[in-house]
């Protein structure tokens, strides 16, 4: 059964903390992806990983940046929390092109960060 | 830039009735168009769809794909409680970094369903 796991569900933060978000798939996909989720807005893009050590920058990467160390886990940073950052966040994690369905993307729970 | 557009926003319908969501893209590189449900958790992948005209069917559920007028369905039919949710659209595209090729995901912006008994 396919896992994507996030580490909190909810997280209270204070503006200017630093704050970690971490996702751990066990699918052994090459790529991995940050999002926010707000209302009226849909899913947005921050981050995406399509290999371990590499990054990119998504749509809204602004205030964030992201860590991919292993294979399995990509992380989120907010360097100084903000209330503009108050967010549902989502990982999710895919297969390369030529590995099938590469489209496909698998969905963690989601965090709910509330930043005061 | 990549555009995807979902219609209506939120959609409100009792048991019974039977729903249409729409979903409009401009895409460059173009390779599929996926459905999701999202209920107060992770986004569950409903379709993909890759040929225009071809339906695909999931119990109550279908969806058909239409590449030149770039937009595609979601039929809801004898809609129950348990199908409130967010439905989300997402576009498959293809790019390239440095070398290496990925696919990427654009969202529209949802269609908000409740359906009361």
């Known amino acids: 059964d396919v896992k994507v796991t996030q580490s909190s569900r909810y997280l209270v933060k204070r503006t200017g903390e630093k704050v970690f978000l971490e996702c751990v798939q066990d699918m052994d996909h090459e790529n991995m992806f940050w999002y926010r989720q707000d209302p009226g807005l849909g899913l947005r893009l921050i981050y995406f990983s399509y290999d371990v050590k590499m990054k990119e920058k998504g749509d809204i990467p602004e205030g964030y940046s992201v860590s991919r160390e292993k294979k399995e886990r990509f992380s989120l940073i907010l360097e100084s929390a903000s209330t503009n950052q108050t967010s549902m966040y989502l990982c999710?994690?895919?297969?390369?092109?030529?590995?099938?369905?590469?489209?496909?993307?698998?969905f963690g729970p989601g965090t709910r960060l509330t930043v005061t | 830039e990549d555009k995807v557009v979902q219609s209506p926003l939120s959609l409100v319908v009792h048991e019974g009735d039977t729903v249409t969501l729409n979903c409009s893209y401009e895409v460059t590189n173009f390779r599929s168009l996926l459905w999701y449900k999202q209920e107060k958790k992770a986004p569950t992948f409903l379709f993909m769809l890759t040929s225009s005209g071809i339906e695909k069917k999931s119990g109550r559920l279908s969806s058909i794909l239409d590449k030149k007028e770039l937009f595609s369905i979601l039929n809801i039919t004898a809609t129950q409680t348990g199908d409130s949710a967010v439905y989300l659209c997402a576009v498959g595209s293809l790019s390239w970094k440095q070398g290496t090729s990925y696919g990427k995901l654009t969202f529209g912006q949802g269609t908000i369903l409740t359906v009361h008994p």
């Open positions: 999710a994690s895919s297969l390369a092109p030529g590995r099938g369905l590469s489209y496909e993307q698998y």
